[in-house]
């Protein structure tokens, strides 16, 4: 059972928003929530960015660009879709069920996705505005999180891809320094140092955000 505060007057829309392409297919319904996620995705991305316009005057886009790439990023949005019980009310195929579907951050950040898509095809843009700032309002905003911004830049087309390679580790066990390496696709677009490989990887995540103009 979903804990939201929305009754549906169209359920076949709740239905489509909850069913994984798995479920669709196994069952042959035809309908499954990847293009109530794309519709979702726009309303997210124009609902959050009106939201931090308003309510941070003064602070230029590269800044807000950041911190909405932290609110709308897979990470946050399947946060937010367990605060709900999303993933107990997804509709899987077998092979997800068995897989741990129901708690695979992709799944749940694309499930409420298009769960943002079903509440304004059923009623509406404000409805749809008031579900997603019910969540927004109170999220601490990462805006330092330059892995995520830069995979919110990347996943805008789905033909490329974004690894991390350690290329270097110096110093004793108890005080090392990790050096990467981020390849998009083939081509190394950004370098990184750091105590940790995390601080590496965000440093050579920031480097590569820079070389593409994004902050």
Not at 48 to 60: E, K, M, Q, S
Not at 78 to 85: C, V, W, Y
Not at 95 to 114: C, K, M, V
């Amino acid at each position: 059972m979903l804990k939201i505060d929305y009754i549906f007057k169209n359920e076949k829309l709740l239905t489509e928003a909850i069913s994984h392409s798995s479920y669709a297919n196994e069952k042959k319904t035809g309908h499954c929530n990847e293009r109530l996620e794309f519709l979702g995705d726009s309303i997210l991305s124009m609902v959050t960015a009106r939201y931090l316009f308003l309510n941070n005057p003064g602070v230029p886009e590269g800044k807000l660009t950041k911190m909405r790439a932290a609110l709308v990023c897979e990470k946050t949005l399947a946060k937010f879709a367990k605060t709900i019980d999303l993933g107990s009310a997804l509709l899987l195929g077998k092979g997800e069920e068995h897989g741990n579907g129901r708690n695979r951050p992709s799944i749940l950040a694309d499930a409420f996705e298009a769960l943002i898509a079903a509440i304004y095809l059923d009623s509406g843009y404000k409805n749809a505005e008031n579900f997603i700032l019910g969540f927004i309002k109170n999220e601490q905003i990462d805006t330092d999180d330059y892995k995520s911004l830069l995979q919110e830049v990347i996943q805008r087309n789905p033909d490329e891809k974004v690894d991390y390679f350690v290329t270097d580790e110096k110093g004793p066990d108890h005080d090392k320094t990790f050096t990467v390496e981020v390849h998009l696709n083939s081509n190394v677009i950004g370098h990184g140092s750091g105590r940790t490989k995390k601080q590496a990887e965000q440093q050579a995540a920031k480097e590569a955000l820079q070389l593409m103009g994004v902050i």
